[in-house]
């Protein structure tokens, strides 16, 4: 039983360079989420997904954009790498809105810095 | 939009003390959640308490919503305890993130 799981776990960009990252839940789980954490600081939600198919927009979605093809898989992707986006970037998915009943579950973060 | 801030910043307590942490917020919420980030960075959802008292093992959590307030009560620390404690309110599809009590437990 994996849970949440994100690659890659590491990751060095230039400014300008484009990336993926891949985020992937074996709970069947409809929600899925995209965060990042800055040092100090709490989570900030980027991106959002409320079932296969749909994306929304969190707190601080510029500069990013998800797809999500598939319901186990939430994909997050840098078109043009800033040194803004130098952040712990963590994958989240829960059974149901309020994740009352199961919580929400979170991948181990990507460390992504822009040079 | 609703505020969520958490008390105190930091704790450095002895194996075996209690410890009670505080998170206020700015306005009524259905959902509020406690989570703990062990020192290698992983997340731990603790609990759903939005209202009420809920137990688990040494760690409780009380919600006061009227007051808008919780708290999170450690009793006979661990050094397996040690991590940031985040508060976390549902608003508008979001869990709104406090910025933590990083806890130190020493041995």
């Known amino acids: 039983n994996a849970g949440v799981t994100q690659t890659p776990k590491f990751r060095v960009l230039k400014t300008g360079q484009s990336m993926t990252l891949l985020c992937a839940q074996d709970?069947?789980?409809?929600?899925m989420y995209w965060y990042r954490q800055d040092p100090g600081m709490g989570l900030r939600l980027i991106h959002y997904?409320?079932?296969?198919?749909?994306?929304a927009k969190g707190e601080v979605p510029d500069g990013y954009n998800v797809s999500r093809l598939k319901k186990q898989n939430f994909l997050l992707g840098l078109e043009s790498a800033a040194p803004s986006q130098t952040s712990v970037y963590f994958c989240?998915?829960?059974?149901?809105?309020?994740?009352?009943?199961?919580?929400?579950?979170f991948g181990s973060g990507t460390r992504l810095t822009v040079v | 939009g609703i505020q969520v801030e958490q008390s105190p910043p930091d704790l450095i307590l002895q194996e075996g003390a209690n410890s009670t942490l505080r998170c206020n917020f700015s306005?009524?919420?259905?959902?509020l959640q406690w989570f703990h980030q062990n020192p290698w960075g992983q997340l731990i959802n603790l609990f759903y308490?939005?209202?009420?008292?809920k137990q688990n093992g040494r760690l409780s959590a009380t919600t006061v919503a009227t007051e808008r307030y919780s708290l999170l009560y450690i009793s006979s620390s661990q050094t397996t305890d040690s991590g940031v404690y985040f508060c976390?309110?549902?608003?508008?599809?979001?869990?709104?993130w406090g910025a933590g009590t990083k806890l130190i437990i020493k041995p």
């Open positions: 306005d009524s919420v259905n959902n």
């Open positions: 989240a998915s829960s059974y149901s809105k309020l994740a009352q009943n199961h919580g929400y579950t």
């Open positions: 308490i939005p209202s009420g008292t």
């Open positions: 997904s409320v079932g296969e198919g749909t994306t």
């Open positions: 976390a309110v549902y608003s508008n599809y979001q869990l709104i």
């Open positions: 709970m069947n789980h409809e929600y």
